[in-house]
C-alpha cells in the first residue's frame, strides 16, 4: 500500500526562524511531489511541487527532494504568524490521483 | 483562468438520509475530476476520481457512489447516510501537465451527520 509520512506535530517556531517540515513516501515508482498548505476550516492551497532531486526555491518557500531517501522536505525561511497553519505532503505517480500524508501543524509565535 | 465550485458549503443531515454534493469546473475542457475527505483527525482520503465523463474509479468501498453528467461537472450522493459518513468533502481537479497534474481543490463543504 502506498503511504506518505508526515509528524503530525506542532511544530513551533519563533517569528523570523526557519521551519523545516518532512515528509517520506514509500512508493519508489512516485515522480511527483507536492506541498499543500491547509488553514483550519479551509480547503488545501498548493505552495509548490518538485519533480526532480535537489532544492526548489519559491520565495520563502524551498521544497528538497531526495528520491534515493525517498524524502521530501518543505523549509520555510523567515517564518510569520500567518503561516500557522496544517502543511500537507502528496505523491504521485504520471496519471494517478495524489496520496496525501496526514500533514503537520506549524505555529509560528510572535 | 480555471475555477472550480462546489456547493453545499455546510450541511447537517439525519442517519439514513439522502446526499447530493455538487461541483462544477470553470475555465478548462476534459479535467480529471477527484472527491476526497477528510474526517476529524484523519488525512485527506480519496475517494473517487474521473478522467471523463461517465468514467468513475472507487478507491474506498462504502455506501457512497459518484457520478459525471458532464464533462465538467462532478457529483457524490449517498442513498443513505451514516454516521461515519461525518468529515470535510474536497472536490478538486486537475490537468495541467505542464504543472505535473498538481490537484486543485474546492472550498470544501462540511457534512455532519447526526
Redesign the interface.
Same mark, same amino acid.
Given at each position: 500500500q502506498k503511504e506518505v509520512e508526515q509528524n503530525s506535530g506542532p511544530l513551533s517556531v519563533p517569528e523570523g526562524a526557519i521551519a523545516s517540515l518532512n515528509c517520506t513516501y514509500s512508493d519508489r515508482g512516485s515522480?511527483?511531489f507536492?506541498w499543500y498548505r491547509q488553514y483550519s476550516g479551509?480547503?488545501?492551497?498548493?505552495i509548490m511541487?518538485i519533480?526532480s532531486n535537489g532544492d526548489k526555491e519559491d520565495g520563502r518557500f524551498t521544497a528538497q527532494l531526495n528520491k534515493a531517501s525517498q524524502y521530501v522536505s518543505l523549509l520555510i525561511r523567515d517564518s510569520q504568524p500567518s503561516d500557522s497553519a496544517t502543511y500537507?505532503c502528496?505523491v504521485?505517480q504520471?496519471?494517478t490521483?495524489?496520496?496525501?500524508?496526514?500533514?503537520t501543524t506549524l505555529s509560528v509565535s510572535s | 483562468s480555471q475555477t472550480i465550485h462546489q456547493w453545499p458549503a455546510t450541511l447537517v443531515q439525519p442517519v439514513g438520509s439522502p446526499l447530493s454534493l455538487e461541483c462544477t469546473v470553470e475555465g478548462t475542457s476534459n479535467p480529471?475530476l477527484?472527491w476526497?475527505r477528510q474526517a476529524a483527525g484523519?488525512?485527506?482520503q480519496?475517494l473517487f $476520481?474521473s478522467v471523463g465523463i461517465g468514467q468513475i474509479s472507487s478507491?474506498v468501498p462504502q455506501n457512497l457512489s459518484a457520478s459525471r453528467p458532464q464533462d465538467r461537472q462532478f457529483i457524490l450522493s449517498s442513498k443513505k447516510l451514516l454516521l461515519s459518513d461525518s468529515g470535510f468533502y474536497?472536490c478538486a481537479w486537475s490537468g495541467d501537465t505542464s504543472?505535473?497534474?498538481?490537484? $486543485?481543490?474546492?472550498?470544501?463543504s462540511w457534512l455532519t451527520v447526526v
Open positions: 515522480q511527483s507536492f479551509k480547503s488545501p492551497e498548493l511541487f519533480y500537507l502528496a504521485n504520471a496519471g490521483a495524489l496520496i496525501f500524508g496526514k500533514g | 480529471n477527484y476526497y484523519r488525512g485527506l480519496l $476520481y478507491e474536497l504543472k505535473r497534474n498538481t490537484i $486543485y481543490f474546492g472550498e470544501g
